[in-house]
């Protein structure tokens, strides 16, 4: 497996990607193609054998930054793909002087919240309802 910057070539896989993994509220083409044209932002994917397993994207503004998503095909879970994006994201946003990372998640995805742990995020606040369907989010932070 090999980690790399996105291409903007790469966003229509990427897309189909978000939308198994995020199927309630997946980013569209036209979001993913937006945030690839900012230069605050700067995406990330894992690449075996030439194919797209995962990816991720982290936005730096000013002395913070906020991973925007981390996502790993099936086959690609639990084998440290998402904590390989991880780690690369959090890299840049140290590269770009963030202080201070955050992200949110679905209080249903323990998996998720149990990487974020592993990598010294820690929970800050939740945000209720914040999800279409009703779902809370857990805000989570890492000091860098």
Excluded at 48 to 58: A, S
């Amino acid at each position: 497996m090999i980690l790399r910057d996105w291409k903007y070539e790469d966003i229509l896989k990427i897309s189909e990607m978000e939308k198994e993994c995020f199927p309630l509220e997946p980013w569209s083409f036209q979001m993913l193609a937006s945030s690839f044209g900012s230069e605050t932002f700067h995406g990330i994917l894992a690449e075996d054998g030439g194919e797209i397993v995962g990816y991720g994207g982290v936005t730096v503004a000013c002395d913070s930054a906020e991973i925007e998503n981390v996502a790993v095909s099936e086959a690609f879970r639990r084998v440290g793909t998402g904590s390989a994006i991880l780690e690369r994201l959090i890299d840049i946003a140290r590269e770009r002087n963030a202080v201070k990372i955050f992200l949110e998640v679905r209080v249903s995805n323990s998996t998720a919240m149990k990487m974020y742990l592993k990598h010294g995020f820690s929970g800050v606040y939740a945000r209720t309802r914040y999800y279409s369907d009703g779902e809370d989010c857990l805000v989570m932070a890492k000091e860098l």
